[in-house]
């Protein structure tokens, strides 16, 4: 039998509710997995002590992480910084009440890094201890990863959902923009941020969707028509990276699929330097307290991406946010065509070293301008054993469609 912690969210609801497993056995197995091995992985920065939860709904006695960006009561939030090493929020976040109200029991806090930019966290990839989880969400994508907790938050504002998830090799997904409740969520592009998730297969997306907005617990698989993207970043992408997203759609095509090249107009060439003109403006007002009252804590990156921020005109701020409409309008024509739009989740394998960066978001940055949802599928492997994913790219707004074409892709990838 499948150690419990081993399962993933949806394995473990079944188990639960046939009575194969307790929802206190499945907690035990989580903080047992921790114990053995967060002193290497170190994805958790706060453990909490409830039992396990006995409150009926959607996620009831399933353990969840949470990033910690994200505001819980009952234990510290520091967002990654040392400007808030003892911070006790009143309350909880939305998505954590919700998560508690749908009978799942927060496990604990997972690191992430600084106000979810790119200062580096002390947590490893499980795959190589030597090598970047990716981030900002780093915690939550390697404790899932490495069977830690079958379920855990991330926010992404860059790539900080997709990029760890494919890093780590597990399911990632980040919601349209505006779809999930961000209330408690410390901000740091408010144009940018989206709430999202790691597990470890599709159908434990849905279970937390039923949680959070009261989606169907199940999706039924559909396929797709697919759109392969290359993007007009794709030369940035390693040979792993590329071969990956052709590979999953040759794969896809044979399993039944249609595919067609998707080419997008030249407006998407820029779309990655408008994101980072975005999230520049917007940390500058987001963090202008941090910043006005305790820069002096806070790391060279954070401080930097700020004071760019507070160079960005309000014009050319405009311009990129017209940008991203204009943007928007052109991919509703696309996705009249396709279902889903195949590219890279990130450039490739996680890069070595813990204290250089996280990696680059680059092939994160134009979708979460554009609001997109987005999963990331795993399933490939690179030069150096470590994972590869593949990025699914759905339609503003539509997320249990992208859901259920997932679904479907989901066990066709090779």
Same mark, same amino acid.
């Given at each position: 039998m499948t150690p419990a912690n081993q399962l993933s969210a949806s394995q473990a609801r079944g188990a639960l509710d046939r009575g194969e497993?307790?929802?206190? &056995?499945?907690?035990?197995?989580?903080?047992?997995?921790?114990?053995?091995?967060?002193?290497?992985?170190?994805?958790?920065?706060?453990?909490?002590r409830d039992k396990a939860?006995?409150?009926?709904g959607p996620l009831a006695g399933i353990p969840v992480g949470i990033k910690d960006i994200i505001d819980t009561a009952d234990m510290p939030t520091t967002y990654g910084?040392?400007?808030?090493?003892?911070?006790?929020?009143?309350?909880?976040?939305?998505?954590?009440a919700l998560v508690r109200a749908a009978g799942g029991t927060v496990l604990g806090k997972t690191v992430s890094t600084e106000f979810a930019y790119f200062q580096p966290g002390n947590t490893a990839n499980p795959h190589n201890l030597a090598h970047t989880p990716g981030g900002s969400s780093s915690g939550s994508a390697a404790a899932v990863a490495d069977c830690m907790v079958p379920l855990a938050f991330g926010t992404q504002t860059g790539g900080s959902v997709i990029r760890p998830a494919a890093f780590c090799g597990v399911v990632g997904y980040k919601a349209s923009y505006g779809a999930m409740p961000l209330y408690g969520v410390k901000a740091l592009g408010h144009d940018l941020d989206s709430l999202g998730w790691f597990c470890r297969e599709l159908a434990d997306v849905h279970l937390m969707r039923a949680a959070l907005v009261g989606a169907a617990v199940e999706v039924d698989a559909v396929k797709p028509r697919i759109g392969l993207c290359r993007t007009y970043e794709w030369e940035q992408a390693d040979g792993d990276s590329q071969a990956a997203v052709l590979a999953a759609a040759k794969s896809l095509e044979a399993a039944g699929a249609d595919v067609v090249d998707v080419d997008l107009p030249?407006? =998407?060439?820029?779309?990655? &330097?408008?994101?980072?003109?975005?999230?520049?403006?917007?940390?500058?007002?987001?963090?202008? =307290?941090?910043?006005n009252n305790h820069r002096d804590r806070m790391s060279k990156h954070i401080v930097a991406l700020i004071e760019q921020g507070l160079g960005v005109d309000f014009r050319t701020y405009q311009a990129a946010i017209t940008a991203a409409v204009q943007g928007r309008r052109h991919l509703h024509r696309v996705f009249a065509e396709v279902d889903v739009l195949l590219?890279?989740?990130?450039?490739g394998e996680a890069p070595e070293s813990l204290e250089n960066g996280t990696g680059d978001p680059v =092939?994160?940055?134009?979708?979460?301008?554009?609001?997109?949802?987005c999963v990331n599928l795993p399933g490939h492997?690179?030069?150096h054993g470590l994972p590869v994913g593949v990025q699914a790219v759905g339609a503003l707004g539509r997320d249990e469609k992208l859901q259920a074409h997932c679904a479907w892709m989901e066990s066709r990838i090779t």
């Open positions: 497993i307790g929802a206190a &056995e499945l907690l035990a197995a989580c903080r047992a997995r921790i114990a053995e091995r967060d002193g290497a992985v170190k994805a958790w920065c706060h453990l909490g939860s006995d409150t009926p910084s040392e400007v808030y090493p003892d911070h006790r929020p009143a309350m909880d976040a939305a998505c954590v030249p407006l =998407f060439g820029t779309l990655v &330097e408008q994101q980072k003109v975005v999230m520049a403006q917007n940390a500058a007002r987001d963090l202008a =307290f941090e910043y590219c890279p989740s990130a450039p =092939f994160n940055r134009m979708w979460t301008l554009l609001g997109s949802p492997t690179g030069r």
